[in-house]
Nanobody, 124 residues
């Protein structure tokens, strides 16, 4: 079983930055591809970004491309999401997810483990 714990959420003004972290335990971190999802009030959970097991391949949702950067440190068992130029519409609960199968994923059903989420609120 894999445990995922997100941190780094909070309240920030539009145009500001935040860095989310996801600490993983319970399985060799480098065997997991990882992703970030988010869910705004009244909306479905949506894909934000994913990173391959080595960190060499990344993909982003169009809505965050150029503003967010996903990365990982396999030595620290931690994944990150650097969020810059934040907009009000980025307000959501952000979830960390892990995939124990080959390849990366873009949908909720592509992931096997989930964190509890961290709230990000962007004031306009």
């Amino acid at each position: 079983q894999v445990q995922l714990v997100e941190s780094g959420g909070g309240l920030v003004q539009a145009g500001g930055s935040l860095r989310l972290s996801c600490a993983a335990s319970g399985r060799t971190f480098s065997s997991l591809s990882m992703g970030w999802f988010r869910q705004a009030p009244g909306k479905e959970r949506e894909f934000v970004a994913t990173v391959s097991r080595s960190g060499g391949i990344t993909y982003y949702a169009d809505s965050v491309k150029g503003r967010f950067t996903i990365s990982r440190d396999n030595a620290k068992n931690t994944m990150y999401l650097q969020m810059n130029s934040l907009k009000h519409e980025d307000t959501a609960v952000y979830y960390c997810a892990a995939r124990g199968r080959v390849g990366v994923g873009y949908g909720e059903y592509d992931y096997d483990y989930w964190g509890q989420g961290t709230q990000v609120t962007v004031s306009s």
